[in-house]
């Protein structure tokens, strides 16, 4: 059964700092990864998407890295902004699945000026 | 504009009303989800459809029902809501089963007394 980590839980920093945030999964067998950020009473937004046979993706000052072997994810910010402020969604898709995403928890992150 | 729509956004019921949720978008999307979203427990997925009268169980179906009669729809039925089923719930649709982006609904609010 595939299910999916993200760390940290919860992130604080500063205005301008560069971040990271992790998504980790138990099955490889994947076919695509998304991330996602959520706004407080809002839905989701789809911020970047990886197919399986893709390294990484990039938008903007967001780049997502993907190494399906290992089941891990990374989501870079850099330059981080107030308006960064939003939970952070790592979801994944099964190669067999049928419009089934697995999502993790979410890093929840506060940029303060 | 592209969009997923739902209502109502926030509900307030008790244990036994019958209620819908309703859910449309206007992308001509095939697949629509229905996810709730629980803390800790990130986004489940409910029910999903693949296309007109094509619907199937997600991870937690238990108190649910939905109907596909038209492309654009995928309501959400609670026909005896119990306290349980107090959640955030999410429509998503997408163009096709390997979810080439998923667009996400603002969320309907749901509290059952």
């Known amino acids: 059964k595939q299910e999916v980590t993200q760390i940290p839980a919860a992130l604080s920093v500063p205005e301008g700092e560069n971040l990271v945030l992790n998504c980790s999964f138990t099955d490889s067998a994947i076919y695509n990864l998304q991330w996602f950020r959520q706004d407080p009473g809002k839905g989701l937004t789809s911020l970047l998407l990886?197919?399986?046979?893709?390294r990484e993706q990039t938008s903007g000052r967001l780049n997502a890295s993907l190494d399906k072997s290992s089941g891990r994810s990374t989501l870079y910010i850099a330059a981080s902004q107030p308006g960064d402020s939003a939970t952070y969604l790592c979801?994944?898709?099964?190669?067999?699945?049928?419009?089934?995403?697995?999502f993790g928890a979410g890093t929840r992150l506060a940029v303060h000026p | 504009e592209a969009q997923v729509t739902q209502n109502p956004r926030y509900l307030i019921t008790v244990t036994g009303k019958k209620l819908t949720v309703t859910c449309s978008q206007n992308m001509n999307h095939e697949y629509m989800s229905w996810y709730r979203q629980d803390p800790g427990l990130g986004l489940r997925q409910i029910y999903y459809?693949?296309?007109?009268?094509?619907?199937d169980k997600g991870d937690v179906p238990e108190g649910y029902k939905v109907s596909r009669k038209e492309k654009r729809n995928f309501p959400l039925i609670l026909e005896s809501p119990s306290p349980n089923q107090t959640s955030l719930y999410f429509c998503?649709?997408?163009?096709?089963?390997?979810?080439?982006?998923?667009?996400f609904g603002p969320g309907t609010r749901l509290l059952v007394l």
């Open positions: 979801a994944v898709l099964g190669s067999g699945g049928y419009n089934k995403l697995i």
């Open positions: 998503a649709s997408s163009l096709d089963r390997h979810q080439e982006t998923q667009y």
């Open positions: 990886i197919q399986s046979s893709q």
């Open positions: 459809s693949m296309n007109v009268e094509v619907t």
